[in-house]
């Protein structure tokens, strides 16, 4: 990204609304690379069943990738979302389903936990890394301290809506797409959205316009909290039970997500509907595609691994020949 | 009084005053028991976090996005190596050392490669790496039984009046990484790049050799810690670099360098992984559990973060 800045020839206005719009379809064309690989080892795939099946787990994935994506939206980086979705899964999958009320005021109360987060991030000017890698350690404390040993159990109205069978379409591309597109509105087509990107845009300037910096950087972490607190409860509701270690995947793969959807690290450029495709895209290169291609276990991490750097390759030959 | 506030303004100067802390805690609930053999351990145990630590540093001080997230694969590959190319025998333990060496910065080369050719971000293509280097590690290092030769295991362990030889090693490693930060046109450089990027490009410097060298130079030292580690606990294993991923950032953070590039502090890695190691032995001597090992782990890495301050450098 850097050597882009530094080398990078000035593009014309023109050009440079042509880089952007074709940016913006990267993450659909990764996904659909994937999808038609997937459809050509095994066309069976490409079914009703096959969707609901290869993309059970693409839910959470994309829930903790929005949850990361708001903390990445205001220059920031979450490295505790994964044991925090493992805190929440273990918190849903004892107390929620035993004692509600409680359970509740607990997922409401590590929402509350995020936004302190973010408030004492801006008022110490603490760098995030630190701060959420310190957290990382306690929630998964918590995590184990709730649950010793993986086991719990999904409450039956939770399983029942990620059961949920609508007519024609899946439910977890139903539920990609309210996601993203609920998103989508709400951080791209309001005028607090745009206050919250600017705030990793250039911060300085929307202090000084008269926007509290701090209640942006709270609303950011606490949106986060919340998406974090809804990742854990749908794996909870697919996987029907609880493990401290469940969530801890999600941290990279959450980050990884926001890069494969077009966002950034700094400046605020984030895409929700980006940070959805490109979770889908993980979710389905990980495991699926692999099995069909008949790779031994051995040797399925690396292939995420090129799999992560072709497509990010592809993106990369794309934009050049539009530059 | 001028003098004392500028100390104190050093974060750094706090991750020392925290590990006195802790030790001085532990002894005073053992009532003054094991307070040597403890420090023995704690510096035996730090050395391994101080020599990634320096690496990390190093990258990390590039600017915000650059970190080596590919540590913990890396370690792990290099003690498979070491401990294959050494076969027990110790004639071969410098071709050993040579051999993991030379993968680990195989390593870090793979991953500036990925960081210049496809322009990814260092966090990512350096993740991306390190799914495959994993790969690379169980198919090549699975069920691996070679013990280290019985003088490479001897050093790691040597201890002259109780201080451990490779920690008085390390610590001379340590004052010549700190020269090379802050006296050599390395590591000015790579101070220059982290404040600055296209101002250190214009001022002259090479900007992307500077980079190349680093996560060179992070991987190099992931390979010797991998052989390192595989001397102490006398064997290689894939998961025994896992610890290394945030405790090295850990280290180096708590240590006073800034996360957002440009400033970084070599004995502030010293006192981090000091603190780090001592606040796991004391929370083990309390005898309290896993979970609260990991929350009170946890919170103290976030209050001392907080005590210390962000100061101008925020993320």
Not at chain 1, 255 to 270: P, Q, T
Not at chain 2, 72 to 99: E, H, K, Q, Y
Not at chain 2, 113 to 123: G, N, S, T, V
Not at chain 2, 239 to 260: F, K, M, P, Q, R
Request: proline residues 5%; glycine residues 14%; charged residues 10%.
């Amino acid at each position: 990204m850097t050597d882009v800045a530094i080398r990078g020839p000035l593009p014309r206005a023109g050009s440079a609304a042509r880089a952007r719009m074709l940016r913006a379809t990267l993450p659909a064309l990764s996904l659909a690379l994937v999808v038609i690989a997937i459809a050509w080892l095994n066309p069976r795939a490409i079914s009703y069943f096959g969707f609901s099946l290869m993309l059970n787990l693409a839910i959470p994935i994309a829930l903790a990738t929005i949850a990361q994506m708001f903390v990445i939206a205001g220059n920031e980086l979450d490295l505790s979302i994964g044991t925090f979705v493992g805190f929440v899964g273990c918190v849903t999958a004892t107390w929620l389903r035993e004692t509600p009320l409680l359970g509740a005021a607990i997922l409401l109360g590590s929402i509350g936990v995020y936004a302190l987060l973010g408030a004492l991030i801006h008022l110490r000017n603490l760098p995030s890394i630190v701060v959420t890698l310190g957290m990382s350690f306690v929630w998964q404390g918590l995590a184990i301290l709730v649950l010793p040993t993986p086991g719990g159990k999904a409450p039956e109205w939770l399983s029942a809506i990620v059961g949920f069978k609508p007519p024609f379409v899946p439910f977890p591309i139903v539920a990609a797409l309210v996601i993203a597109l609920v998103v989508h509105f709400g951080l791209m087509h309001t005028s607090y959205g745009a206050i919250l990107r600017g705030s990793g845009g250039n911060p300085a300037a929307l202090g000084r316009a008269g926007w509290s910096l701090l209640r942006v950087k709270v609303t950011l972490f606490a949106l986060a909290g919340l998406f974090g607190v809804l990742s854990g409860m749908t794996l909870i509701g697919i996987t029907t039970s609880g493990d401290a270690n469940i969530g801890n995947g999600y941290t990279l793969l959450a980050i990884a997500g926001v890069i494969l959807g077009g966002g950034e690290f700094v400046g605020g450029r984030v895409s929700p509907i980006g940070a959805v495709l490109g979770a889908l895209t993980l979710a389905l290169a990980a495991s699926p595609l692999l099995t069909f291609m008949r790779i031994p276990p051995d040797w399925q991490v690396a292939a995420n691994g090129i799999i992560l750097i072709v497509v990010l390759a592809a993106r990369v030959l794309i934009s050049r020949r539009e530059a | 009084m001028e003098a004392i506030r500028d100390t104190l303004a050093r974060p750094w100067l706090w991750s020392f005053v925290g590990a006195i802390g802790v030790w001085l805690a532990t002894i005073i609930f053992t009532g003054g028991y094991g307070a040597g053999g403890m420090i023995t351990a704690a510096l035996s145990l730090a050395v391994f976090m101080v020599i990634v630590g320096v690496g990390q540093m190093f990258v990390i001080t590039l600017g915000p996005g650059n970190v080596d997230l590919s540590l913990p694969a890396n370690i792990g590959l290099a003690s498979a190596v070491a401990m294959t190319v050494m076969n027990g025998s110790d004639s071969r333990i410098a071709l050993g050392l040579a051999a993991a060496l030379a993968c680990g910065a195989a390593v870090g080369s793979a991953n500036y490669l990925l960081i210049w050719a496809l322009r990814i971000p260092p966090i990512i293509a350096t993740l991306s790496a390190s799914f495959i280097i994993h790969s690379i590690d169980i198919a090549y290092g699975r069920g691996l039984q070679i013990k280290p030769p019985p003088g490479f295991a001897d050093f790691t362990n040597l201890r002259v009046l109780g201080i451990p030889v490779l920690a008085l090693v390390t610590v001379l490693f340590t004052i010549g990484a700190a020269i090379a930060l802050n006296r050599m046109v390395y590591g000015r450089s790579v101070l220059a790049i982290g404040q600055n990027i296209r101002a250190a490009w214009l001022a002259g410097v090479n900007v992307g050799w500077i980079r190349f060298l680093t996560y060179t130079l992070s991987g190099t030292l992931g390979g010797l810690n991998g052989a390192l580690l595989a001397g102490y606990f006398r064997g290689a294993n894939v998961d025994i670099g896992n610890e290394y991923l945030l405790s090295s950032i850990a280290v180096v953070v708590i240590g006073g360098t800034s996360v957002a590039g440009g400033k970084a502090n070599v004995p502030g890695i010293w006192g981090a992984a000091l603190f780090l190691v001592l606040l796991l032995t004391m929370l083990n001597t309390f005898g309290v559990s896993a979970g609260v090992r990991l929350v009170v782990t946890g919170l103290i890495i976030v209050g001392v973060i907080t005590a210390a301050g962000g100061g101008k450098a925020g993320r």
